[in-house]
């Protein structure tokens, strides 16, 4: 049993992760903004917590994080404000990062976007660049972190029903938030998923067959792909 930090806890897919890591035995301290969100998370194996992440700063961070053995950043502003996505999806994931480090608290789990990289493909006139680009600095610094990681990066998510099947982002055009959570809950259990970076979609495969598969060169077929627009963050 682990103490999990899941940052973010009233998203879509936070909501969905929760209960298969309660499920799992651990215990999870939701963290939120909004106050009238305390009783909808309370559950057994559950404490939410009511912080503005972004608010916070370094040491903020480190005392939030420290006591848990694992943090999941499952947050996001979405790209429609540039000053709220960029203290969110950026300053605010990187000071997480190092209040990680500080706090002794090496595992550290970032739901992301499959789109990701320095070549993502939005314009820089859309809104959404400031989320691409904010997402595409906070994973790279992650993975320069030193800490122990997993990325999970998925395409367009849905509302559909999970389908329980991964596959790479050219293999469908988008994934189901439930199955992001439950991909999550797999690479958190999953010690082979450390240091490494799924970006996905739906597909044909089993969480544990995905996870242990071998590293694709997903960033090639990305840019020949349509899918290097993604507009959807996860949330």
Same mark, same amino acid.
């Given at each position: 049993?682990?103490?999990?930090?899941?940052? !973010?806890?009233?998203?879509?897919?936070?909501?969905?992760?929760?209960? *298969?890591?309660? @499920?799992?035995?651990?215990?999870?301290?939701?963290?939120?903004?909004?106050p009238e969100q305390v009783d909808a998370l309370t559950a057994p194996g559950v404490s939410?917590?009511?912080? @503005? /992440?972004?608010?916070? @700063?370094?040491?903020?961070?480190?005392?939030? /994080?420290?006591?848990?053995?694992?943090?999941?950043?499952?947050? &996001?502003?979405?790209?429609?404000?540039?000053?709220?996505?960029?203290?969110?999806?950026?300053?605010?994931?990187?000071?997480?990062?190092?209040?990680?480090?500080?706090? &002794?608290?090496?595992?550290? *789990?970032?739901?992301?976007?499959?789109?990701?990289?320095?070549?993502? &493909?939005?314009?820089?006139?859309?809104?959404?660049?400031?989320?691409?680009?904010?997402?595409? /600095?906070?994973?790279?610094? #992650? =993975? @320069?972190?030193? #800490?122990?990681?997993?990325?999970?990066?998925? !395409? +367009?998510?849905?509302?559909?029903?999970?389908?329980? !099947?991964?596959?790479? +982002?050219?293999?469908?055009?988008?994934?189901?938030?439930?199955?992001?959570?439950?991909l999550t809950a797999a690479a958190l259990a999953d010690p082979a998923s450390i240091g490494?970076?799924?970006?996905?979609?739906?597909?044909? =495969?089993?969480?544990?067959?995905? *996870?242990?598969?071998?590293? $694709?060169?997903?960033?090639?077929? *990305? $840019?020949?792909?349509?899918?290097?627009?993604?507009?959807?963050? +996860?949330?």
């Amino acid at each position: 049993m682990s103490s999990i930090l899941l940052i !973010g806890g009233h998203g879509h897919v936070a909501r969905a992760l929760t209960p *298969l890591l309660t @499920d799992a035995g651990h215990t999870v301290t939701s963290v939120i903004r909004n106050p009238e969100q305390v009783d909808a998370l309370t559950a057994p194996g559950v404490s939410p917590t009511v912080t @503005d /992440i972004e608010t916070l @700063d370094i040491a903020g961070f480190t005392e939030l /994080i420290s006591g848990h053995d694992a943090v999941i950043w499952s947050a &996001g502003a979405g790209g429609g404000n540039p000053a709220r996505t960029r203290a969110v999806d950026l300053d605010a994931a990187v000071f997480s990062m190092q209040g990680a480090l500080a706090a &002794g608290v090496r595992r550290y *789990l970032m739901v992301s976007w499959a789109g990701s990289r320095l070549e993502h &493909g939005v314009p820089q006139d859309r809104p959404f660049f400031h989320y691409a680009q904010a997402k595409t /600095i906070a994973d790279a610094v #992650l =993975r @320069d972190s030193g #800490l122990d990681y997993t990325v999970i990066a998925p !395409g +367009p998510l849905t509302h559909d029903e999970p389908t329980g !099947g991964f596959g790479a +982002p050219t293999e469908s055009a988008n994934v189901p938030r439930a199955d992001v959570a439950a991909l999550t809950a797999a690479a958190l259990a999953d010690p082979a998923s450390i240091g490494r970076t799924y970006r996905f979609n739906g597909g044909g =495969r089993p969480a544990a067959e995905f *996870l242990a598969g071998p590293k $694709r060169n997903y960033l090639a077929a *990305l $840019r020949s792909s349509s899918t290097a627009s993604f507009h959807c963050p +996860p949330t």
